[in-house]
């Protein structure tokens, strides 16, 4: 018998470790011919490709496949799809058994899905196929799935939308309070990007331990025992203007306060300017929705942020 998975590639000891025969497909040697020309389909197409087959739905996926589903790899070959994707079976599993059922093949496209694969639940997008691969007498024996992830482009869309509003908001915008005024509403607007958004001001005063010297980068991270913090600098304004209303610092017609601690609570619109979330390594972000939400300073006035990830359910 030919080697059923000589085409893998670096999957090839991955699908030799699994021990098939304990799953509903069984031993390699008593595969279906219909099941071996699938596979063989599979590991030869450069596209993300997965294979459902058997009662339980075992995924049989080839090398393509492997970043879409993150550290789900390899525990997922030779594994039941609902147990796999645990947390969108919800989701995927009618339009599966549509197809199997022999009511024609699925197409969706920027289907928004939070999966779980790398320990977190993550925003995704995906457009793809679910179809149906007969058996040499007529009959369904499985379905195969060719997809692509657009998270990238979806994210990428929605955020770039976000600054255009921004800039629209901006643009008639004469001083520091104006600029709060029309950001704040508009930055407030898209939740799934940013869960929290305010905007610090600092007080005209010698650096402390609370307001730190101007940054001299774009962006710092700091790590304390609660959270991490972002602070961001932006740009459009110096310290020495007076603050918007509602502040307390100087020009506000109110005495200053005395330093606070980075996650104290200020009062608005004077609080942070996002909330951090982890979301993928290759894509950095920031991290939110913890049981004490981290909040980024500024130690500039007014601009735009870093996109954080989106709220995951």
Wanted: proline letters at 10%; one cysteine or more.
């Amino acid at each position: 018998m030919t080697d059923p998975v000589a085409a893998a590639g670096t999957l090839r000891d991955a699908y030799r470790r699994v021990d098939w025969a304990t799953t509903s497909l069984g031993p390699v040697t008593s595969w279906s011919p219909a099941l071996l020309a699938a596979l063989d389909l599979t590991l030869h197409t450069r596209a993300p490709v997965t294979l459902f087959w058997g009662p339980d739905h075992v995924l049989v996926y080839n090398e393509a496949y492997v970043p879409m589903i993150g550290d789900k790899h390899p525990a997922a070959l030779g594994a039941p799809a609902a147990k796999v994707f645990a947390e969108i079976w919800s989701t995927i599993d009618p339009m599966l058994e549509s197809v199997l059922a022999g009511r024609g093949a699925t197409w969706v496209e920027d289907l928004r899905l939070l999966m779980d694969r790398r320990g977190f639940l993550e925003e995704t997008y995906f457009t793809f196929s679910y179809s149906a691969v007969h058996d040499s007498a007529g009959r369904i024996a499985g379905a195969i799935d060719i997809a692509a992830e657009t998270t990238g482009q979806v994210l990428g869309a929605r955020r770039l939308a976000l600054l255009g509003r921004l800039n629209d908001q901006l643009a008639d915008a004469e001083d520091v309070g104006q600029q709060l005024d029309h950001a704040l509403p508009v930055l407030r607007s898209a939740p799934d990007d940013l869960p929290e958004v305010d905007i610090v001001l600092p007080e005209a005063q010698v650096p402390t331990a609370a307001w730190p010297a101007p940054l001299d980068r774009d962006v710092a991270v700091e790590i304390t025992e609660q959270d991490r913090i972002a602070r961001i600098r932006l740009t459009g304004a110096d310290r020495d203007r007076p603050w918007p209303r509602g502040c307390t610092g100087p020009g506000s017609g109110r005495p200053s306060a005395a330093p606070r601690p980075w996650n104290a609570s200020w009062p608005k619109p004077c609080s942070a300017v996002c909330s951090p979330r982890r979301c993928s390594p290759s894509t950095p972000r920031w991290r939110c929705g913890t049981s004490r939400p981290a909040r980024a300073r500024t130690s500039a006035a007014t601009g735009t942020t870093r996109s954080p990830c989106p709220t995951a359910g």
